[in-house]
């Protein structure tokens, strides 16, 4: 398998653009979650879903960020407008089940000057 | 609110050397921890995962231990090697909210040759 795929790896914007990251699960994985990693807070969940349906969204930090899954092997994170406090890694992960072992993709660097 | 905690924030051994990396957490109330590895650049890499109803897993060098009492982790790495060099990141998963996990902010580890 070839593991999660994110891409781009790296995007470089300036503020007020908008951003969009993807994101590829493990086939047959059936959970799927974005996080976000900065040097002040670490490692944070933003998101996930169970079978395509946004679970639990309580870690979006605020509303220029939405997250889409429209099939199982799919997944947009967009930033719209973004900011310089966007600057982040932007991680993406899949598991098969409930509390299973979650499987990371290489992340994506974002830049926003 | 859960915090994680991970000490040493860094440690720096020479090759051979058996170490030890510590996590402890604030509420007991998990259903499972894993221990991740991250190198420079990278995605998490999952190492172990423990369960609640679990005192330690092996694989291969690492040795993971779960005092959940306690509230602590341990991550044990017998006869390093700098092949080892990487942060590793403990996370707890939340009985609560389902398969939300939160990180500690991870121990950086320096094996010299």
């Known amino acids: 398998d070839a593991g999660v795929i994110q891409s781009p790896r790296h995007e470089v914007t300036e503020m007020g653009q908008e951003v969009t990251l993807r994101c590829k699960p493990i086939s047959g994985h059936d959970y799927l979650f974005w996080y976000r990693q900065t040097m002040m807070r670490g490692l944070e969940l933003l998101i996930y879903?169970?079978?395509?349906?946004?679970?639990?969204d309580s870690g979006m930090p605020e509303d220029r960020f939405s997250a889409k899954m429209p099939n199982a092997s799919f997944s947009t994170l967009k930033i719209q407008p973004s900011e310089p406090r966007d600057s982040a890694v932007y991680f993406c992960a899949s598991s098969w089940a409930s509390g299973d072992t979650q499987y990371f993709g290489p992340g994506t660097r974002l830049t926003v000057l | 609110k859960q915090e994680v905690t991970q000490i040493p924030a860094a440690l720096s051994v020479p090759e051979g050397e058996n170490l030890v990396l510590n996590c402890s957490f604030t509420?007991?109330?998990?259903?499972?921890l894993q221990w991740f590895r991250q190198d420079p650049g990278k995605g998490l890499t999952s190492l172990l995962l423990i369960q609640s109803s679990q005192r330690e897993q092996t694989s291969g060098r690492l040795n993971a231990s779960l005092d959940k009492s306690s509230g602590r982790s341990t991550l044990y790495i017998a006869a390093s090697q700098p092949g080892d060099s990487a942060t590793y990141l403990c996370a707890v998963r939340l009985m609560e909210y389902g398969n939300k996990l939160v990180f500690g902010a991870g121990t950086i580890l320096r094996v010299k040759s």
């Open positions: 509420d007991s109330a998990i259903y499972n």
């Open positions: 879903f169970n079978n395509n349906v946004p679970i639990d």
